[in-house]
């Protein structure tokens, strides 16, 4: 492993270059920072501490810092101590630029602003929360998307995820004998998309999810031959109706939620080009 300080500097929450650095991380084996994360740096003066820090513990320094007199400031330090240090949106900035024709206004946090997005993501979270695990399912059609599974698929974080993202996300768990609500089979709902993974993935989630529990009794749950069969019924299910799959298997919460925005997408164009209004 490869230890190394890296310091995120940001004029906002620091969300953005936290995920930035996340993700570029993520494509070299053994890289192990040790973050250190300064938000809401919006004065020359605040730079004091994290300077201070960057000077100790000397690392690799990432920023998104809007403000030229901040920028220059701090990236004129930086030159003197011979630290090596990037600027993430600069280069996205200055290109959409060129390409509108427009000055940046330069102003941070505005991607937080309480703007018509934001109020929609909050009301997706509270729809997604309170249609959790088939509840509430008097009005479900007015969900987006509604994830249906056998029980430890991940239904319930990729729809949490999906509502950060302004979806209104339900989800209903597929247990034999149990109906699943009619609104699921009305021409003109919301998306239906079945989730599936496989049985030996499932088996070992649930046996973790019981050890959790302390449930130590030998259960159906785990049981290879039944868990095979709640997956195959499940996949006749969705065939039956025409509702597309995604197998979770080897997915992340972040792919899965994006495959299913792709479903959504396809479904409004499809929408669309038939002349229907959204």
Not at 199 to 216: C, F, G, H, V, Y
Request: positive net charge.
């Amino acid at each position: 492993m490869t230890r190394f300080h890296l310091h995120l500097i940001s004029d906002s929450t620091g969300d953005t270059i936290d995920a930035v650095a996340k993700a570029s991380l993520a494509q070299f084996a053994g890289a192990d920072p040790v973050k250190h994360l300064w938000p809401l740096v919006r004065t020359v003066r605040q730079l004091a501490r994290p300077l201070q820090e960057i000077e100790e513990k000397r690392g690799l320094v990432m920023f998104t810092l809007v403000n030229k007199d901040i920028q220059k400031a701090l990236v004129t330090r930086l030159a003197e101590l011979n630290i090596p240090h990037i600027a993430v949106l600069d280069p996205v900035i200055h290109e959409i630029g060129r390409y509108l024709g427009q000055k940046s206004k330069a102003k941070p946090g505005e991607q937080h602003m309480l703007n018509e997005e934001y109020f929609r993501r909050i009301e997706a979270m509270s729809y997604t929360l309170a249609h959790d695990d088939g509840q509430l399912m008097d009005n479900i059609s007015k969900a987006d998307v509604v994830l249906v599974g056998v029980s430890r698929t991940s239904k319930t974080p990729t729809c949490i995820y999906l509502a950060n993202r302004g979806v209104k996300a339900a989800n209903v768990p597929i247990v034999k004998g149990c109906p699943l609500p009619d609104e699921l089979f009305k021409p003109g709902g919301p998306l239906v998309v079945g989730l599936v993974t496989s049985a030996e993935i499932l088996i070992q989630i649930r046996r973790s999810r019981l050890k959790a529990m302390n449930e130590t009794k030998r259960s159906d749950y785990v049981d290879p031959e039944v868990v095979q069969e709640e997956i195959k019924f499940a996949r006749r299910l969705y065939s039956k109706n025409g509702w597309p799959v995604i197998d979770v298997s080897r997915k992340s919460i972040e792919e899965t939620a994006a495959a299913v925005i792709n479903l959504l997408n396809q479904k409004t164009e499809g929408r669309a080009s038939m002349g229907v209004a959204e």
